[in-house]
């Protein structure tokens, strides 16, 4: 049996849904993230997310994904790495701790892993 790009129900049972959630997400206009989870979030005029309300700074480089993020004081909070325009990595300041990420065959985020390979 091959990997098909799904996962049979009942084959992971430690991974079944159990409870309630209901996600509320908020979008504007311009299809842009605005609220989640009881956080907000700010744009500036080119429609790069800048700001979360929890008091997160978002900074970019050229293009539009957040390259630092920092606390309102200016201290480093995650660093992200890139390799051929895609997000590769996060580092968490300052512990230092490293996050990794896979893509899948479209380019989104498939996969998110710690130094040790375990998903988070």
């Known amino acids: 049996m091959g990997f098909h790009g799904y ?3 009942g084959i992971f049972p430690e991974l079944q849904a159990t409870g309630t959630f209901t996600p509320t997400y908020s979008y504007d206009a311009e299809n842009r993230l605005i609220a989640a989870g009881g956080v907000t979030y700010t ?3 080119d429609g790069r997310r800048v700001k979360k309300s929890n008091g997160t700074l978002y900074w970019t480089g050229t293009g539009s994904d ?3 993020e920092t606390d309102l004081s200016g201290n480093p909070t995650a660093e992200y790495v890139f390799f ?3 997000r590769i990595a996060r580092i968490d300041r300052p512990a230092n701790t490293v996050e990794y ?3 899948d065959h479209l380019g989104s985020t498939d996969v998110v892993t710690n130094a040790a ?4």
């Open 7 to 9: 996962i049979p129900l």
């Open 43 to 45: 744009y500036d005029g």
């Open 66 to 68: 957040a390259m630092l």
């Open 84 to 86: 051929n325009g895609r």
């Open 101 to 103: 990420y896979y893509a």
């Open 117 to 120: 390979r375990a998903r988070l």
